[in-house]
């Protein structure tokens, strides 16, 4: 007797000590372990049916599911034999009954589910429905805690609660901008809706640019058939409130400089300025006419001389110029003469103006670039005594002393304190204000610098460097 109740305490002990892996070995599959419970398929007769066994591999469910999920916050999703999905917890108590074609696992006392035609809700721990099963598509939550929703072709946002935000009504919704507005498209036609959801602006216009100093130009009316901006109808202007500070009422209508906006009523009538309320502040009689900028714009009455006016209209400089840039650091540049630049002898006819329309940089180079960062790109023919066409050029500071000699065959503006030059026959490389090489002329493409990074290609390979030059992304071929 003492030899057979010894005999059983060995196979006892033999049995506690075997393993999970030993346990759970004559099962076909065996799930990850989750909550003290890992899903396992039990094949008998050719019939696959699903369970559940503890952490110790010992049978905690019974094997009788069509299918099995992960556990996840005390639920996992089950399968019944006839199709439908449910939840059960950790005993195999149902807790949800089983009514859904697809069960997701539970995040945070909540789980995406899915009933008939493929619509999405979600429930919480309980089983109550927090988001009804109306939807088609269901995004991430976006720092709001609102989620864009679809039913029935038609996109709207709901809260993380369920509550509706935004009603199902729109084809399209953006991400909302600088100034909280949501941009909205509904056949064809653009709104804006609030940060609360409200219609700010009715899904009215054809076309609503991005803002600019507060306002964005609208179109009613225009075609975009193969076009960026639309063609034809009327344009307008509108406040970062969504509210029409301007009826679409102008042939053409740019955007705001300094509080005025060239205005066209006509298709081939003169441009005038109007304020950002639409009253008119200087009176049509210009052929071009553009943004205002350091309290002048650059105008033309015969889109062939060029001179400046004021806010009031009233001419400040002479009009004998050909070309006249944008004003940075108090300058623009000027051109007294667009042709004969293939002409050995001709005077130089680039010089920079003031917002006054003094030239206070004279014309002396044959190509003048706007100025960035208190230097400006200038050009000169004949700096190679042997071929007087081969162009050169140089950094001027804003009183018009030469700080980058003309050494470099393209160059382009001061970004990051670092300007992008060329040389032929070495590449392209990058100069500080004094002129110095920062990066040597080595690379066959490269952009301008962002961020202190810039991209640039070399023997086929994508770099990203700093404003020292160093290697910071290989970004390969």
């Not at 559940?52 to 399968?79: H, I, N, T």
């Not at 206070?360 to 071929?387: C, H, Q, T």
């Not at 110095?436 to 994508?462: G, I, L, N, S, W």
Request: glycine share 12%; net charge negative; hydrophobic share 35%.
């Amino acid at each position: 007797m003492k030899r057979q109740l010894l005999f059983l305490s060995v196979i006892m002990l033999a049995a506690c000590g075997r393993t999970f892996e030993q346990r759970t070995s004559k099962y076909a599959e065996v799930g990850p372990v989750s909550d003290n419970r890992a899903a396992v398929l039990d094949i008998n007769e050719g019939v696959g049916r699903w369970g559940y066994v503890d952490g110790a591999g010992r049978l905690a469910v019974e094997c009788r599911y069509a299918g099995a999920g992960k556990f996840s916050d005390g639920l996992a999703a089950v399968q019944e034999i006839e199709g439908l999905w449910g939840y059960i917890d950790t005993a195999g108590r149902t807790v949800v009954a089983p009514q859904y074609t697809v069960a997701g696992e539970f995040d945070g006392g909540m789980a995406w589910v899915q009933a008939g035609g493929e619509r999405w809700g979600r429930i919480d721990n309980t089983g109550k429905v927090v988001i009804p099963c109306l939807y088609t598509e269901i995004g991430e939550p976006d720092q709001r805690g609102w989620m864009r929703v679809r039913r029935d072709g038609k996109w709207g946002c709901l809260r993380e609660t369920g509550e509706v935000a935004v009603p199902c009504a729109y084809d399209r919704i953006g991400e909302p901008n600088a100034y909280g507005l949501i941009p909205v498209t509904n056949e064809g036609k653009h709104g804006f809706l609030d940060s609360e959801g409200r219609e700010a602006l009715p899904c009215f216009f054809s076309y609503i640019s991005e803002f600019k100093d507060g306002y964005a130009r609208t179109n009613y009316g225009g075609s975009m058939a193969l076009r960026d901006e639309p063609y034809g109808g009327q344009w307008g202007l509108i406040d970062t409130l969504g509210r029409e500070t301007i009826p679409c009422r102008y042939y053409d209508l740019a955007a705001p400089g300094e509080g005025l906006a060239a205005f066209r009523l006509e298709q081939f009538g003169n441009y005038g300025y109007v304020d950002v309320k639409g009253n008119v502040a200087i009176s049509p009689r210009f052929a071009v006419a553009r943004p205002f900028s350091n309290g002048v714009a650059v105008v033309s009455y015969n889109n062939v001389n060029f001179g400046l006016v004021d806010r009031n209209g009233s001419e400040i400089s002479s009009f004998r110029y050909k070309r006249i840039g944008k004003f940075n650091d108090g300058l623009a540049p000027f051109n007294t003469d667009l042709y004969g630049m293939n002409f050995q002898g001709m005077e130089p006819r680039c010089g920079y103006i003031d917002t006054e329309g003094r030239e206070v940089l004279p014309a002396k180079w044959d190509d003048a670039a706007e100025f960035s960062e208190m230097r400006a790109a200038v050009m000169r023919f004949g700096i190679d005594s042997e071929d007087f066409y081969d162009a050169r050029w140089g950094y001027i500071a804003t009183n018009g002393q030469l700080v980058v000699p003309f050494k470099y065959h393209e160059a382009y503006p001061f970004s990051c304190g670092l300007a992008r030059v060329f040389v032929k026959g070495l590449g392209y490389g990058y100069i500080d204000r004094k002129g110095e090489e920062v990066v040597p002329c080595k690379y066959q493409e490269a952009e301008d610098f962002h961020d202190f990074r810039a991209r640039v290609k070399q023997y086929d390979r994508v770099l990203i460097i700093d404003d020292k030059g160093r290697i910071v992304n290989d970004e390969g071929a």
